[in-house]
């Protein structure tokens, strides 16, 4: 209907054909594909050429800025012969229409539709083309023209008025909407259209439009009224440079396009010189603003600096001409004082300049933008290699430096690249980027305080943002305050207290007094710190004690309860009383009438009370009650909702209460006759919804008397700053986990190093050894169990200060071992949890595990996994969200959308997703809280946890730095934490687990072996096994357990064998045995099994090594991307070190993933596009390998 519409317009405007733009519109919008095909497929069958010639001459009856009309319309105005109204509408006619009509274009060819792009140039099959492709260009061409006139008519003239801006909005609207249809006409790319809008007079647009530009941005930012058209003008310049963009991509060298573009450029250079000088004078500016010296003159940071101020740190930084110093200072605004914002005037201009400079910078590659200008190269859909130009953020190159992101980086390097087939090779790097992508974002939320600098006063109004609330209630409070409250204001008190102290700007004073001191007064006010600390922790203690009972003596036997029953009046009794005929009003919709009952009021000492005479029974509700929030207010119950503290309230209760809720009488009567008639008309319909949810129709009502807490309750307010000081804690030691391992392993040096000076002392030193003495045997047990009969150890040493260190160091190693563990699992456990969730949705999605094929009964990992693919939770750290939609789509036809449903945990509202039905928030309560944890997952998430080894050794190594308390020498184990801490040692490590199976069975096979020369020796040799005299014979065969631990302990320890520990065979009948027994035990057991054992350990070593060799090796020798060896590039100068650093760099590739994931679909350029849909379906063809752009284009390239 709608193409027949438009047909039968015959290209006349009409408005008609303006509703039918918008309908087509409303059904295109997203890029609806379905509808595309439809139309395409009627256009091909009917034939008709009559929609196209309709399109093109709609396009020429669209209007353009009409200057004449324009100066008659300002002389009439003069004359008072014209309207406001008259002269907005004659200068540029039906600029709506034309927007529609673009609109409308641009959305058939969306989602690059690649047959209606090229049908929109010519119609095959019909008798008279028409190419709207120009047509659209000749339109954008006149409307150029009229904008370049209007800006020739305002060039004399200082500011533009009110009328101007207006029109020359509306122009710059319909050209934004031109560019963006032009741009979605030839993205995919389409070749054909981009030939035919390089063979148009485009060019002669371009260069009418940089003109336009680069003079109309000098001109405009010098008037802060015409900043809003400013910002206009740079995206429209955006949007033109992007459809610039767009006629690039292809990436064909010396192609006719790209010699064109450069001649139209250098055909502007001095117009292009200017937008590039006004984009690098406002740049620079962030860079000016940021440094040390401008700092100097706002040193409260404040955002405000006198002009002249500002000129000398421009001059000082010698960046900036004398002619770009006065235009920067013509464009800030300043007061009477000559004083303005620095910070909203570099905001002002920074971030549009930064955009569209960027995509300048693709163009021109300016050097300004090359650390943020990605390139990669992939293999397009016409299977050639073309170049992919995208930005890549600031914060991501910081992320990419972390730590823990170049121990995945090295580790990945050494695990994959010389393992599998190349497309395995680009799968492993895919998961990678993956894994790598959501690594990046943790860091960068962990370190997210840290990337903008607060001033310091700012820190300290956002520390104490919430506490500050309440700072003013307590001036107004009751002397007969409960002591609960009193204890809870004095620790809201030193909490504040504490904040001041420990605020960085108290901090940088203090340390400004500490650079004052001489070295004597530094000494003395070291040991001083120390003595308060030790002083002041028992005083702590003691405070918190002595509060405690205090608070219990007081709120048993105080006199706070009485003295605020003394002060209930019956007024407040009676303005709190329930009115029977408000029942099942709300509290939000009676607000404003309460407001006016209150203020109207006289009678009531309630409305009159102020502020700060609040009861200490109201006070006491208020801490006893659960506050809701709606809209963003706080509302208190009144009298009558006391009772919603019991946990179980049958429905004639609830009716009872909802009928007792507190109303004031409002002022106007009738307005309350109508609320209560409506009331009666709808009294059994809410009957019928209190019963079902009776509690959802429970709101509290605020009290009569004007509320004192409007902002959330204290106790509240307190574990919202907890919770916010405990985030950013576990924050901070995330971010400084490798630091505080290395803390961590110095400390265990200091503890080692004082453990070297204990010495064995024995029982005649008395009651001194043992003050002193670390740990010693049990002393009931001496005489029973001679294993613990140990000896006394004791710190041999006399300065008397070893031992107190030696017990502040444990505790502070106890102290970093925990919060280790903590670090860690902020750090890396959430990148755990994520590559596990993406292994079980990829095996899900791909694979059909749990749904085509059930994982096998040895399949430990699969059975546990089972566990989570139905909790609600699930996923909770991969990004996809919808992978159990997708599951069900995929498989749904074959095996049942409500089978899988079920087998995934998804219910049928679930499936049945209406967003018109609202659904019913629960009232928040510990029971709401307790069910909604997802107990499952949460199991899950603990398996996979534990199955991680670096998080089970953190745990070993916090459990054996608790143990140390008991006995400091378990402190020795963290010595093995400088293995961990290298990875030279890490590699030698590794070297005896690489063959770990090897070398197990080799060791089962060598205690074999031991036990059946045991079986002989016990048999046949028993006489030769006495180890004493002959006084007192020790025999080591005997029993079968003797002798095979001394065959093991002995035999296989002894160089020779186990017959370099027997007696001498001579002489004795079995002397010959004896010696082939010897002699095959040694040679079996101590030349071939110890050989061999010691062989895997050396073998092992020597594979690892020769493997990081050979990874190196290649990685400085081969791309890894492509795999062309670099005898290829180094045919010019440092041509491969530019090959990997530049085309095929490994970090641009994760950047562009990165920057496809977190782009809407829906803006992808053609090449995007492409690459999404192929790492949708986990295609990697698009990866260049054994080609690249620079051997395709060998020729050309000379």
């Known amino acids: 209907m709608v193409l027949q519409m438009i047909s039968a317009s015959k290209g006349r405007l009409g408005p008609m054909v303006t509703c039918t733009l918008k309908l087509g519109i409303s059904i295109l919008n997203g890029g609806n594909v379905q509808v595309q095909q439809k139309m395409l497929d009627y256009l091909k069958e009917k034939r008709d050429a009559g929609f196209f010639k309709s399109l093109s001459g709609l396009m020429q009856s669209c209007s353009v800025l009409d200057l004449n009309a324009f100066e008659r319309q300002n002389k009439a105005e003069g004359l008072g012969m014209v309207t406001e109204e008259g002269s907005s509408s004659k200068v540029l006619q039906n600029d709506e229409f034309t927007k529609d009509l673009f609109r409308f274009l641009q959305l058939l060819c969306e989602g690059h539709n690649g047959d209606f792009q090229n049908f929109l140039r010519t119609q095959t099959g019909n008798t008279t083309t028409v190419n709207i492709i120009i047509s659209t260009v000749d339109y954008l061409l006149r409307l150029q023209e009229s904008i370049s006139d209007f800006y020739w008519y305002y060039s004399g003239k200082d500011v533009m008025d009110e009328t101007g801006r207006l029109n020359f909005s509306k122009a710059l609207s319909v050209a934004k909407q031109i560019f963006n249809s032009l741009t979605e006409y030839i993205q995919g790319p389409c070749i054909g259209n981009q030939q035919s809008l390089a063979h148009s007079r485009l060019w002669d647009a371009v260069v009418g439009f940089l003109h336009v530009f680069a003079n109309m941005q000098m001109k405009l930012s010098q008037d802060a009224s015409q900043i809003e058209l400013l910002k206009e003008l740079m995206d429209l310049q955006k949007d033109m440079v992007v459809m610039l963009l767009s006629l690039l991509e292809g990436n064909v060298v010396n192609g006719t396009i790209g010699k064109q573009m450069v001649d139209t450029l250098v055909e502007s250079s001095s117009n292009v010189e200017m937008i590039l000088k006004f984009f690098d004078m406002f740049l620079k500016l962030k860079d000016l603003t940021s440094s040390d010296t401008f700092k100097e003159n706002d040193p409260e940071f404040k955002g405000i600096i006198s002009k002249k101020e ?40 920074h971030e549009p300049a930064k955009d569209i400079g960027f995509n300048v910078a693709v163009l021109l590659t300016n050097l300004y933008f090359e650390p943020y200008l990605g390139r990669i190269e992939i293999m397009g859909s016409a299977k050639r290699i073309e170049r992919v130009y995208f930005e890549i953020s600031e914060s991501s190159r910081e992320q990419w430096e972390k730590p823990q992101v170049k121990e995945s980086k090295r580790q990945f390097i050494f695990d994959v690249v010389n393992e599998g087939t190349e497309s395995e090779k680009m799968e492993m790097f895919v998961n990678f980027c993956e894994d790598t992508i959501f690594e990046m974002q943790l860091a960068s939320q962990i370190s997210e305080p840290d990337v903008v600098e607060q001033p310091e006063g700012d820190e300290d109004d956002d520390a104490h943002s919430i506490l500050d609330e309440l700072g003013g209630e307590e001036e107004g409070a009751l002397e007969s305050a409960s002591a609960f409250t009193t204890a809870c204001r004095s620790i809201k008190k030193k909490i504040s207290n504490a904040r001041q102290t420990l605020s960085i700007k108290n901090l940088s004073k203090q340390f400004k007094k500490i650079k004052k001191l001489s070295i004597k007064e530094i000494i003395t006010g070291f040991f001083s710190f120390f003595w308060m600390l030790f002083t002041g922790f028992f005083k702590g203690i003691y405070g918190l004690i002595f509060g405690f009972f205090h608070v219990i003596w007081s709120s048993m036997f105080g006199g706070g309860l009485v003295e605020g029953a003394k002060n209930i009046k019956v007024t407040d009794i009676l303005g709190n009383m329930p009115d029977p005929t408000q029942f099942g009003i709300h509290g939000d919709a009676m607000e404003g009438e309460k407001v006016d009952a209150i203020e109207s009021s006289g009678g009531l000492e309630t409305a009159r009370a102020p502020a700060g005479d609040t009861t200490e029974v109201d006070t006491m509700l208020e801490m006893l009650s659960n506050p809701k929030k709606e809209g963003g207010k706080h509302v208190e119950p009144g009298l009558g909702d006391v009772s919603e503290l019991s946990a179980e309230i049958s429905t004639s209760e609830h009716k009872k209460k909802a009928a007792a809720k507190p109303v004031e009488a409002p002022e106007n009567e009738p307005e309350k006759a109508d609320s209560e008639n409506q009331e009666k008309e709808d009294k059994p319909k809410k009957e019928e919804e209190e019963v079902k949810e009776p509690v959802a129709e429970e709101k509290p009502k605020a009290k009569a ?77 001496d005489d029973e169990n001679t294993f613990f009969d140990m000896d006394e150890f004791v710190l041999q040493e006399s300065t008397g200060y070893m031992l107190p260190t030696l017990r502040f160091l444990a505790v502070f190693h106890t102290v970093i071992s925990l919060v ?9 456990v959430p990148l755990v949890v994520f590559k596990r969730e993406k292994e079980i949705a990829r095996k899900l999605e791909f694979d059909g595990l749990y749904i085509t094929e059930q994982p096998s009964d040895e399949d430990i990992k699969g059975q546990w996994d089972r566990l989570v693919i139905n909790t609600p939770s699930f996923p ?11 599951v069900i789509n995929k498989y749904g036809d074959m095996y049942g959308a409500e089978r899988i449903a ?17 659904t019913v928030e629960k009232e928040a309560s510990l029971l709401s809280w307790l069910s909604s944890i997802d107990t499952k997952y949460h199991i899950w998430k603990m398996g996979v946890v534990l199955t991680d080894n670096y998080f089970l050794y953190l745990i070993w190594y916090s459990i054996m730095s608790i143990f140390g308390h ?33 070398l197990v069975l080799t060791v089962g096979l060598l205690a074999v072996v031991v036990y059946l020369y045991t079986v002989v020796a016990f048999n046949f040799f028993r006489k030769f096994y006495n180890g004493g005299d002959e006084d007192e014979p020790d025999m080591k065969c005997d029993d079968m357990m003797t002798c095979y631990l001394f065959h093991m302990y002995v035999g296989v320890r002894a160089g020779g064998g186990i017959g370099d520990e027997l007696e001498d065979p001579a002489g004795d009948p079995y002397e010959l045995y004896r010696i082939l027994f010897d002699i ?64 095929h760099n490994l970090a641009n590739y994760l950047f562009f993933l990165m920057y496809l994931i977190n782009k809407d679909e829906t803006e992808h350029t053609g090449q995007e596009s492409y690459v999404w849909k192929m790492y949708q379906e986990r295609c990697w063809d698009f990866f260049p390998t054994g080609d690249c752009f620079r051997k395709q284009y060998e020729d050309q390239l000379g």
């Open 1080 to 1143: 095959t035990f040694f040679f079996f057991v101590i030349v071939i099994l110890l050989a061999i054992i010691q062989g895997l350990i050396i073998d092992a070593f020597g594979e690892l090594r020769d493997q990081q060799e050979q990874v190196k090796e290649d990685m400085e020798t081969k791309c890894f991307i492509c795999g062309i060896g670099n005898d290829y590039f180094d045919r010019t100068p440092h041509g491969f070190e530019t090959h990997t650093l530049q085309e």
């Open 310 to 349: 500002f000129q000398k740190s421009m001059e000082s930084q010698m960046q900036y001409s004398q002619w770009e110093i006065e235009f920067l200072l013509s464009c800030a605004e300043a007061d009477e004082n000559d004083m303005f914002n620095y910070i909203d005037f570099v905001e002002r201009f």
């Open 966 to 998: 008991f006995n400091n020498f378990f402190f020795a184990a963290h010595l093995l934490d400088i293995a961990m801490g290298f990875k030279t040692l890490r590699t030698i490590l590794s070297s005896v687990t690489h063959n770990g199976k090897q």
């Open 705 to 781: 008397s004007p509320p004192k807490d409007a902002s959330p309750s204290f106790m509240l307010s307190i574990f919202a700053v907890l919770d916010v000081f405990l985030t950013k804690m576990l924050n901070y030691l995330a971010r400084n986990f490798y630091n505080l391992r290395f803390l961590a392993l110095f400390v265990c040096f200091a503890i080692n190093f004082i453990l070297l000076f204990y010495k064995v002392t024995g029982e005649a030193e008395g009651e001194e050894i043992d003050e002193e003495k670390t740990w010693d045997g049990d002393e009931d047990n």
């Open 902 to 918: 079920e087998l995934l945990g998804l219910d049928k509202s679930a499936l049945d997703f209406d967003p018109t039905i609202e």
């Open 820 to 828: 280790c563990l903590f670090g860690y699992y902020i750090l890396k």
């Open 876 to 886: 909770s750290n991969y990004w996809d969200k919808f992978i159990k939609r997708k």
